[in-house]
């Protein structure tokens, strides 16, 4: 296996710009997800990689050796699709050892890779059907075996798992986990599910618009997002968003929403948004809303809008004005339409957002030492 660098790529089509100085490094044996939406330019980027698609400019290194004038059979890279692109007519042994024939691999070595990849994949018994008569989930490990008996520097994979169910989705998310972990394989896998990304990537590169918004650890994502469009799209349910003006209120800082709303700022967090151009945007996630069905002082009164038991929780949409809110309650919590609750947002889990950048604003600690929104981000994206 190898590593895969990424050192600022263009891709252009006419005036339209599809990937826009993208720039990250994968780690030999890392796994990392690009994420975004349709449109992004993550699939285009992955292309690149594979060399199915001409850099505009910028360049591509797999390990130390620059790939950019390769043709993609010499890349020595091998794709999962989302469509299996199995041959019909052909057993999965044979599916999996085409690739090596066409390398002119001697037989005995064929028998052996072979067999080798279908015990990793758990598909031994599996070797004398042919497609048809495969699940979904099986096709897709053959798929990946097609794939891993190359013994490639590096899997690029792209939506490998959206043609299936969402339980058999769920349990290939494991599998494919499990599998990086065992063979130690370098993965650039392209997905639309941040869940996907979250659960199973080392890192992630979440892109919007052909740019590369945040690149790093899940956790750090979903914890530090650098901005409004990362804030949204990471985590489900999506990070409630709400547009606010700084002010001031019972002589310490507070939040002022366009609604009329007023929330009271903790000392840290009105120092930092006091670093913003006077507006903000406030992000707060669903289990960290507080709920009460009587009113309390600084909290901020709502109405229920619906309420969605799931089982282990329950989903509670609120209207916050014009806007609607979401917290999450235990399983037993119930309401009905139009009924009051007040809410109050946990202090040490808000986010803050400059409204005019929609960069995220830096923390106390870097305010009292003079960073600027700018080096937020940068603080974000370190590591």
């Known amino acids: 296996m190898a590593g895969v660098t990424l050192r600022e790529i263009v891709k252009e089509y006419g005036d339209v710009v599809a ?9 030999d044996g890392e796994f990392v997800a690009l994420v975004g939406p349709s449109g992004c330019g993550k699939t285009t980027t992955l292309n690149l990689v594979a060399g ?45 050892a085409f690739p090596l024939k066409m390398r002119g691999t001697p037989k005995g070595e064929i028998a ?45 994979m792209d939506e490998p798992l959206s043609n299936l169910d969402a339980k058999l989705r769920v349990q290939m998310r494991a599998e494919l986990k499990r599998f990086h972990q065992e063979i130690g394989a370098t993965v650039l896998y392209v997905t639309h599910d941040q869940m996907e990304a979250v659960t199973m990537a080392d890192k992630m590169a979440v892109m919007s618009g052909g740019v590369l918004q945040q690149y790093g650890p899940p956790d750090e994502v ?18 409630n968003l709400l547009r606010a003006a700084v002010t001031a209120a019972d002589g310490q800082g ?3 929403g366009t609604e009329g709303w007023l929330h009271p700022l903790s000392p840290a967090n009105a120092r930092r948004a006091a670093a913003s151009s006077g507006d903000v945007m406030v992000g707060i ?11 309390r002082p600084g909290w901020v ?19 916050l004005g014009g806007q609607l809110l979401v917290a999450s309650a235990d399983a037993e919590w119930r309401a ?18 400059d409204a005019q950048t929609e960069l995220a604003l830096p923390l106390a600690d870097a305010v009292a030492s003079g960073a600027t929104v700018g080096s937020a981000r940068a603080m974000a994206t370190a590591g």
């Open 19 to 27: 990937v826009d100085h993208v720039s990250l490094e994968v780690q």
């Open 52 to 96: 199915l698609l001409e850099l505009t400019d910028g360049d591509i290194l797999i390990g130390d050796k620059l790939i950019n004038d390769l043709d993609p059979k010499d890349r020595d890279l091998a794709m999962v699709f989302q469509n299996y692109a199995l041959y019909p007519n052909k057993k999965v042994y044979d599916n999996l």
């Open 112 to 156: 052996a890779r072979v067999r080798k990849t279908a015990e990793i994949l758990s598909i031994e018994h599996l070797l004398d059907r042919k497609p048809k008569q495969l699940s979904g989930g099986q096709q897709q490990r053959v798929a990946l075996g097609r794939a891993l008996v190359r013994n490639p520097k590096a899997f690029l």
């Open 222 to 239: 979903y914890r530090h997002p650098v901005n409004v469009f990362v804030a949204g799209f990471v985590g489900s349910p999506s990070m």
């Open 254 to 256: 507070a939040l002022r």
């Open 285 to 295: 996630r669903h289990n960290q809303v507080h709920l009460s069905r009587e009113e």
């Open 301 to 319: 009164e709502t109405r229920v809008y619906t309420v969605e038991p799931t089982g282990d929780l329950t989903y509670v949409h609120l209207r």
């Open 336 to 353: 009905a339409p139009d009924d009051r609750v007040w809410v109050e947002f946990d202090q040490g889990s808000l986010h803050l957002f």
